[in-house]
């Protein structure tokens, strides 16, 4: 069962674009959403988290909406850089389980220079 | 932020054996970390929670005999692949919770690869 979906397992992007990475959860007990960046053979690096209480959240070329009624959250990466190609995970906590991470499939994010 | 190193970072080894995985936090005191596994183009998942001083939690499915956690201190936790085989090769990963709600911090992965 499946908590947290990424449905897009790719995605290709011009430089300088806007990338918006799609991401849907089930669990209604998640309150917390967090998205990671990971290149492969290393451990995924933390980019943004956004509470439940917010329905956005951005830090400098990184936002992240939520919208709770539909239970899906995206990722928005403007403007979109070579180097921000890699696989992006995002992650879903809450209810009794502090600390414990579900994570979605993943979406591999190429920008073309 | 808070800074997590394992130890391999890749091991190649026969069915049958034993591989040990070493998890530090090297800047920072964890009573709890996790431990997740990742099977190629699919997602991380968890597998336990290791507790400083106490067993560790698994999550459904995931054989605690043969996944072996210790957490002897508060900055190293071990997890001990018994009698290795195949379908255990993956890429293993160990986090760390940072000081914000949920938020942890991963280490560099190892990759294991059971011949």
């Known amino acids: 069962d499946q908590q947290v979906k990424q449905n897009s397992p790719s995605l290709s992007v011009q430089e300088g674009r806007i990338s918006i990475l799609n991401c849907d959860y089930t669990?209604?007990?998640?309150?917390?959403f967090l998205w990671y960046k990971k290149y492969p053979a290393e451990g995924p690096t933390f980019l943004i988290s956004?509470?439940?209480?917010?329905d956005k959240n951005e830090d400098g070329r990184f936002t992240v909406f939520l919208n709770k009624s539909a239970k899906h959250l995206s990722l928005h990466i403007v403007p979109s850089q070579p180097g921000d190609s890699a696989v992006y995970f995002c992650?879903?906590?809450?209810?009794?389980?502090?600390?414990?991470?579900?994570f979605g499939q993943g979406t591999i994010l190429t920008v073309h220079p | 932020g808070a800074v997590v190193s394992q130890h391999p970072s890749w091991v190649i080894c026969k069915s049958g054996t034993s591989v040990k995985i070493e998890c530090r936090s090297l800047?920072?005191?964890?009573?709890?970390m996790f431990w997740y596994r990742q099977f190629p183009k699919q997602s991380l998942m968890l597998m336990a929670t290791?507790?400083?001083?106490?067993?560790?939690?698994?999550e459904q499915g995931v054989e605690k005999d043969k996944f072996l956690i210790n957490h002897a201190s508060l900055t190293l936790s071990t997890l001990t692949v018994t009698s290795a085989h195949p379908e255990d090769s993956s890429f293993y990963i160990c986090?760390?919770?940072?000081?914000?709600?949920?938020?942890?911090?991963f280490g560099p992965g190892t990759r294991l690869t059971v011949l």
């Open positions: 992650a879903a906590a809450g209810g009794t389980s502090y600390g414990k991470l579900t």
């Open positions: 669990n209604s007990m998640f309150d917390y």
């Open positions: 956004i509470s439940s209480i917010k």
């Open positions: 800047d920072f005191q964890a009573t709890t």
């Open positions: 290791s507790n400083e001083g106490s067993k560790a939690t698994y």
């Open positions: 986090s760390g919770p940072g000081l914000a709600n949920s938020e942890q911090f």
